[in-house]
């Protein structure tokens, strides 16, 4: 079955950095675009960042462009989000999700895994 497991959350302050990692199983991961979608406290969820089923392409939401990058490595069924210059307002629990195409948000499947809690404060 679809699972994913996120990992790489922490405690972080301001203006630092994290790499969240997200491995991929039960579909064949290398023919998806991938996404990653944050979940803040009283906050509905909110895509974060995309990349084509290749690399090739990638996109990040306007409120962390210029600080997070997306990634992956299909060898792997892996896809990770560094993040740098944290804000308090990237505390969120992060998941990712194979994503119904590129041009969309909207994930593909609707198994979650347990996500990563990013946590930033100092």
């Known amino acids: 079955q679809v699972q994913f497991v996120e990992s790489g959350g922490d405690l972080a302050q301001p203006g630092g950095s994290l790499r969240l990692s997200c491995v991929a199983s039960g579909f064949e991961f290398r023919i998806y675009d991938m996404g990653w979608y944050r979940r803040a406290p009283g906050k509905e969820r909110e895509w974060v960042a995309k990349i084509s089923n290749s690399g090739a392409v990638d996109d990040v939401a306007e409120s962390v462009k210029g600080r997070f990058i997306v990634s992956r490595d299909n060898a792997k069924n892996t896809v990770n989000l560094q993040m740098n210059s944290l804000e308090p307002e990237d505390t969120a629990v992060y998941y990712c999700?194979?994503?119904?195409?590129?041009?969309?948000?909207?994930?593909?499947?609707?198994?979650w895994g347990q996500g990563t809690q990013v946590t930033v404060s100092s």
């Open positions: 999700n194979a994503l119904v195409s590129y041009h969309s948000a909207e994930p593909r499947y609707d198994t």
